[in-house]
């Protein structure tokens, strides 16, 4: 098992972050999907991440300082806590991961439903 994170940013400030659990050395492939893609949604990101076994229903939390998906399941606080630490893994009290990827934004298409950043 190893711990994942991938963190998108505009202008150094955190916009998403994508967490797992388990196949966080998957980050590269998540952070490659979402390039050649564009993703910007929560949902379009989190089905991307399973799809490259970034993580698994169990442990995959993507999420927004405002909004999040974990299976339908509730995140516990510090997610939203340290949100704002681009590369703090929220799922350990000390923000460690085995491998982390952060993706700088500026301007997202505005064709998608649900832009990540305005």
């Given at each position: 098992m190893t711990q994942g994170l991938v963190t998108i940013t505009r202008n150094g400030q955190t916009a998403l972050k994508a967490v797992c659990g388990c196949n966080?050395?998957?980050?590269?492939?998540?952070?490659?999907?979402?390039?050649?893609?564009q993703l910007s949604s929560?949902?379009?990101?989190?089905?991307?991440?399973?799809?490259?076994?970034?993580?698994?229903?169990?442990c995959l939390v993507v999420f927004t300082k405002d909004d999040?998906?974990?299976?339908?399941?509730?995140?516990?606080?510090?997610?939203?806590k340290t949100f704002d630490q681009p590369?703090?893994?929220?799922?350990?009290?000390?923000?460690?991961?085995?491998l982390r990827v952060r993706l700088e934004r500026g301007i997202i298409s505005k064709t998608r439903k649900e832009p990540l950043l305005k």
């Open positions: 966080g050395n998957r980050a590269e492939a998540l952070a490659a999907l979402i390039r050649t893609r929560i949902e379009e990101i989190y089905n991307a991440a399973l799809s490259v076994e970034f993580g698994c229903p169990a999040a998906n974990f299976g339908g399941k509730e995140i516990p606080r510090r997610y939203f590369d703090c893994n929220p799922r350990w009290d000390p923000g460690k991961f085995d």
